[in-house]
């Protein structure tokens, strides 16, 4: 029974390391002589009050949206839990000006998908291994860090700013995307839908 404690405390801290947050181990100072102690929770030493949730992140383990090519190629490099291959993990998309490095993981992730345009990372999705973590797991880790979900359905459970969506995926996966990326490219395939409802209509009206 304390074992089964014991890792039941143990993977939320693990999941916190593994999203990138820092925990932050404070010692409550002892109060001035013939003064009372503060109450719990309020801040020591003049401190600010603790903010509100964080935003939505853009970066895991030091690749971040926005990044070129080669310095994520080199962060995934240096990371023990990818294994990047080269060259051979690197592909281009049908889509103009879009490449993808797809690149297995080690431990708690199984695989990564390294999304760019115009040479700029806009897309990671990180699948998880269910054999090291959780569904339950990562969403309550998120929801501490990042409060409640801005949307939530079968699907997933999403984060969003005008900046970036972050959405953990069910069965186990995390997205992260750059939404000034998202709505360029949302308005260019409107535009090319636009242009080809119009050729269509002037094809049907010379019948």
Do not use: C
């Not at 089964?4 to 404070?26: D, E, I, N, Q």
């Not at 839990?81 to 797809?102: A, K, M, T, V, W």
């Not at 990042?146 to 700013?161: F, N």
């Amino acid at each position: 029974m304390r074992k089964a404690r014991f890792a039941l405390a143990v993977v939320p801290v693990l999941l916190m390391a593994l999203l990138g947050t820092r925990a932050a181990w404070t010692q409550a100072a002892p109060p001035a002589a013939g003064g009372s102690p503060a109450p719990a929770g309020a801040p020591q030493g003049g401190a600010p009050a603790p903010s509100g949730p964080a935003a939505p992140a853009r970066s895991f383990r030091g690749v971040e949206l926005g990044m070129d090519r080669d310095s994520v190629i080199a962060a995934l490099e240096k990371d023990p839990i990818f294994d990047y291959r080269g060259p051979e993990d690197l592909s281009l998309l049908p889509s103009p000006n879009q490449s993808l490095i797809e690149v297995a993981g080690l431990s708690f992730v199984r695989r990564g998908y390294f999304q760019f345009y115009e040479g700029k990372l806009w897309v990671m999705i990180l699948v998880l291994n269910p054999d090291k973590v959780d569904h339950y797991s990562v969403y309550t880790s998120l929801v501490a860090k990042y409060g409640e979900p801005d949307a939530l359905d079968p699907k997933e459970s999403r984060w969003e700013d005008k900046t970036t969506r972050m959405a953990l995926e069910r069965p186990l996966s995390l997205r992260y995307m750059d939404m000034t990326v998202y709505g360029k490219l949302r308005e260019g395939a409107g535009a090319k839908a636009s242009a080809e409802e119009l050729d269509r209509q002037g094809f049907l009206g010379g019948l």
